[in-house]
């Protein structure tokens, strides 16, 4: 099984003290940063759109700690070549998104980005095909709707973690969206291990602890699945 991943989204950061706070992750034991690009067309909001992203990669790329910790963006739009060139490490879009999910990864790819494939709530997991999961480095399950923070945990969606799980033992599968102490286990336990958390991680009082819990009950649900 993979290892575990904590990945911060820095969505639920303070955008005014970005350079800090990408600090305090990465200090705090998180392996990524997640950064969400949303451009008014598949999602009607523009939280963190192109124009304030590409600055904020290049700004947590050099200042980051260790500097060569992976920004990780979650975009829909192809903006494969300007999140590349800002430092992105992981280009993960939504499946939803495009028409031709292979011709994407292989652009991601010879950018010398890794690529994810993201399906929405709503998405079933099939319809992330075999060919596109066997080029993809990443898959991401939507635990929420895409397109704001804070939103509640959608449970239904995990046994879609569990079905990419089943077809792809190998593969890094991540869950994005109201995931948190009191949501990790049934997310672990269905076979993520990427785990991207926002107000869980950036508004608790030890953020340090959060993260190694979080690492911990995937690695404990991990052995259990190997077992």
């Given at each position: 099984m993979p290892k575990a991943i904590v990945s911060p989204s820095v969505l639920a950061s303070d955008f005014g003290q970005l350079t800090a706070e990408c600090k305090r992750m990465i200090k705090g034991g998180a392996e990524w940063l997640h950064m969400?690009?949303?451009?008014?067309?598949?999602?009607p909001n523009i939280t963190m759109g192109k124009y304030y992203t590409l600055p904020a990669f290049t700004m947590s790329r050099a200042m980051t700690v260790?500097?060569?910790?992976?920004r990780f963006c979650h975009v829909y739009l192809k903006w494969v070549?300007?999140?590349?060139?800002?430092?992105?490490?992981?280009y993960c879009f939504h499946i939803e998104a495009t028409s031709d999910p292979i011709s994407l990864i292989h652009a991601i790819h010879e950018r010398k980005m890794r690529a994810g494939v993201a399906i929405s709530p709503d998405t079933p997991s099939t319809a992330i095909k075999d060919e596109v999961a066997e080029i993809a480095d990443m898959l991401l399950v939507m635990t929420v709707y895409p397109g704001r923070g804070g939103q509640k945990f959608l449970e239904r969606c995990v046994p879609k973690v569990a079905e990419l799980r089943a077809r792809f033992p190998d593969k890094d599968i991540e869950v994005d969206g109201g995931v948190g102490p009191k949501t990790i286990d049934v997310c672990a336990?269905?076979?993520?291990?990427?785990?991207?958390?926002?107000?869980?991680?950036?508004?608790?009082?030890?953020?340090?602890?959060?993260?190694?819990?979080?690492?911990?009950?995937?690695?404990?649900?991990?052995?259990?699945l190997r077992n």
């Open positions: 969400d690009v949303m451009d008014g067309h598949f999602v260790p500097p060569q910790a992976p070549n300007d999140i590349a060139d800002a430092g992105g490490a992981l336990e269905a076979g993520s291990n990427v785990i991207v958390a926002g107000t869980a991680i950036f508004n608790a009082s030890d953020p340090e602890a959060v993260i190694a819990l979080l690492k911990e009950r995937v690695n404990t649900a991990q052995a259990k």
